[in-house]
Structure formats: C-alpha cells, structure tokens
C-alpha cells in the first residue's frame, strides 16, 4: 500500500469516527463527509480550500445562524453538532449522579484527553494541563514566574489585556518591571519585529511575552525567531496561543518557547469554556499553581488543574472537537480559512475609502483581516454591517488599532463571502466626501 493511501485511509477512519457516535443524521453525515473526503483526497490543501462541496459537507456538521452570518469567530467560536452533543450526553450522565458520574466515570477521561492534545499540540502528555480559558492558562504562567522586584518583562501594547492587567498587577504587588513595546500592523518582515524585542532586552530581562497571532488585526508573529533570539540571551518567553492554536497547522514543539496557553473555543471549536496550558516539562517545578496544590513545587502538571469542582461535560467534550478537527485536517483547515479571507479582502481592497489592517501575504495573516472606510468610525461600519445585512463582526479600538474585524471559520461559505464584500462596497459607496 502507498503511503498516500494509508494515510488517506488513516484520515477516511477518523473522519468517519467523528461523526459516528449518536443520531442517525450524524451516521448519514458521516456517510456525506467520507465521500466528501474521497473526491478531494488526492488534492492539495490549496487545492481543497476552494472546493465548496467538501466545505460544504463540513458547514451542515455546524448548527449556525441561518439568519444572521456570524463574522466574530475570533471572539468565540461554535462548536459542531457532534461536540454539542457530547457535551449534553456527558451532561446527561452526570446528572444521574454527579458524584459517582463526574468524578468516577467522566474523570478518567482526563488522561486520555491530556494524551490526545499532547498528540495535536506535538508535546509530551505530561506537559498539558486542562484547563477553562487563555486567561486562566497564561495567568497561571504570569503569576506563577518566581519573578522579583526589578526583573523585566518585554511585552506589548497589543496584547491582550488580561494578559497585561496580569502583568501590571505582578507590577504593582511584586516590582516586576512590565515594559510594553507598541508595533503599527501590518509588518510584512520578521526580522524588523525581532529587533524590536531585541533592542528592548537589558541584563534585568527574565522573560519576552508573545502574541502568537494579534488578535485586533490577525498579525502573525514570528515567534519561533524571537523564541531563538530571547534563548541566545538565557531569556525565557511565553506564548500566547489563543488565536493560532486549532488555527495555523504547526506544533507547540516547533515554536522552541518555554510556556504557551490557548483557548480551545476559537479555532479548535471545543466547547465553550475550555482551555490548555502547555509548560516545558523542566520548567513545571519553579512555576506556583495559581490556585492550590498539596505540593505547589512539583514537578507535575497536574497541579495547575486543581480548580475544584469544574464542569466535566466541557471538559470530555474537547475530545470529539480534536476528532473533528483531525477529520479536516490541520493544514486544510488553515489553508480554507485563510483562502475565506483572502477571498473577501482582495475583492474589497481597492474599493474607494475602503482600508485593510492586515497583510495579505500568508506568512502573515490566516483568519482575521481588519477593514475600515474613511468617513466612519469601527463602530459605525459594524453597525452598518449588522443593521442592514445582519452581519456580525466587532469593531476594535485599543491603542494604535481602529478598525472592524471579520473573522470567518470552517462553516463560513464563499457565498456569505460575496455577501460580505457587496455589504462593505455598498457602504463605502455610501459615505460622502
Ligand atoms: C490573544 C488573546 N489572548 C487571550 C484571550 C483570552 O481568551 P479567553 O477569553 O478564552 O480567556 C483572547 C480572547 O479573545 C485573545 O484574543
């Protein structure tokens, strides 16, 4: 057998097991994504990412709004219908007996699932921690550093902000010094972002924050060369992961960083309210739980996942979204979306007034794109685009950034795209001057 083969037949069995679990729609839809995937199976990613039958197949395994298009996945995103089902059959069970089903039952599915996000994130098992959120995984790293008054750390203006109130607070009670560099996106040059952290870097530097993908305006960091750059100096960094995890095709391992924390409701489509922190495993031991453990120094990841009593449904959950996700396919997934993107944004470019805030150029951008039109302010356009065509986006305004960000997924169609640029050219022709 060829290797194409067997991994086409690796894929079918997956994907097929993705969608096996319950109802008989979902064994029918299993049934139209297998051939689905058999008519695309020798094309490349590229190739399927404009293939709207295969999207297709994929949008109805969504229950989405057919009313209003949903254009914010980079705020949260839907889960398809086999993980909200999972989430109300595990529901379902726990409440038989909470006690005996949650934390006799449901919970032994936590080591399988640490193993099966170890295997998507390119990690060992033991280095993933399950957790609610971003906040809660990256907040754990930045209030568990052993940092001391005057220890630095380099981050920036267009971070996230629960990510520098966590920061200033380490400021305010510690003396840590939280130094926060300002970068104007789009940047289409990697080594101008690395220099700009480099140059920040003082013998007081203990550690380099990164937003792997800006979430206000999709901008990729190149975080593996600040990660290389920051190492050369004994500097450690931490990643923010909320926006490429489930997204960008690529390895947690291939970003060489010391600490990363995600979302697992964003790209990945896992219920909402879970999350994953990922920590070097030579590095667990000196980072504090933020919360309680009976040995607060171990060197076992297990102790950041002592939150007391969490909802086990979401949890279990997250599972049938890594099946559904590894159905797609990492980098089919990345190459669709990207492709929803591109498709709108270079249609809409060279509208009069109409403006991107983001780079075309795929090292540098996936699924976000930010767009605006002289004459009107991001909230104006985004009331304009829900007003009249009942489109939902989110207007940004933080710091250097004013624009409206549109964020397609998996389930968004090339027909809503043509939606989305008529909306956007009509409006522009609107406004006067
Ligand atoms: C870059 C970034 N980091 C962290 C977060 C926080 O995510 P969560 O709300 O899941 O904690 C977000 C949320 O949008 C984000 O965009």
Redesign the pocket.
């Known amino acids: 057998m060829t290797n194409n083969r067997r991994l086409f037949l690796k894929q079918a069995a997956v994907l097929t097991g993705a969608f096996s679990a319950t109802s008989l729609f979902n064994q029918a839809h299993a049934e139209a994504w297998h051939e689905a995937e058999q008519k695309v199976a020798h094309l490349t990613p590229q190739q399927v990412a404009e293939d709207e039958d295969f999207w297709g197949v994929i949008q109805r395994a969504y229950s989405v709004s057919t009313n209003i298009m949903i254009l914010n996945n980079?705020?949260v995103s839907p889960s398809p219908i086999v993980v909200q089902e999972a989430v109300e059959r595990y529901n379902k069970l726990a409440n038989e007996g909470p006690s005996y089903f949650m934390w006799r039952i449901l919970d032994q599915g936590r080591e399988p699932l640490r193993e099966k996000l170890a295997l998507l994130a390119g990690t060992l098992a033991d280095e993933i921690a399950v957790n609610r959120?971003?906040?809660?995984a990256?907040n754990t790293i930045i209030y568990g550093l052993p940092l001391t008054k005057g220890d630095e750390v380099i981050a920036t203006r267009q971070d996230?902000p629960?990510?520098r109130q966590a920061y200033h607070q380490r400021a305010l009670r510690d003396g840590i010094v939280h130094k926060e560099l300002s970068f104007d996106f789009p940047i289409e040059n990697d080594e101008q972002i690395v220099k700009v952290y480099a140059d920040a870097i003082t013998p007081k530097t203990k550690l380099i924050h990164v937003?792997h993908v800006i979430?206000w305006v999709g901008q990729i960091m190149p975080v593996r060369k600040i990660c290389d750059m920051a190492h050369a100096k004994g500097i450690e960094v931490i990643v923010?992961g909320?926006?490429s995890f489930g997204l960008l095709d690529f390895k947690i391992s291939d970003l060489h960083c010391d600490y990363f924390g995600t979302?697992l409701?964003k790209f990945l489509s896992a219920p909402i309210g879970s999350?994953m922190l990922w920590i070097k495993k030579e590095k667990i031991a000196k980072v504090w739980p933020l919360l309680c453990d009976d040995n607060p120094q171990s060197g076992d990841i297990r102790k950041f996942e002592n939150i007391g009593t969490r909802s086990f449904p979401i949890e279990q959950g997250i599972g049938e979204a890594i099946n559904f996700h590894l159905a797609i396919g990492s980098k089919r997934k990345e190459e669709r979306i990207r492709y929803l993107k591109d498709y709108w944004a270079s249609r809409v470019q060279h509208v009069p007034k109409v403006k991107l805030h983001t780079s075309l150029k795929p090292a540098y951008s996936c699924a976000i794109c930010g767009v605006t039109i002289d004459g009107m302010t991001p909230q104006e356009l985004d009331g304009a685009l829900f007003g009249k065509y009942k489109i939902h986006t989110t207007s940004i305004v933080i710091e250097n950034i004013k624009c409206v960000r549109i964020t397609p997924h998996v389930y968004t169609t090339i027909a809503d795209m043509d939606k989305l640029v008529k909306a956007i050219t009509e409006i522009a022709g609107t406004v006067k001057g």
Do not use: C, Q
């Open positions: 980079g705020g959120n971003a906040t809660e990256l996230y629960h990510m937003t979430n923010d909320a926006h979302s409701h999350g």
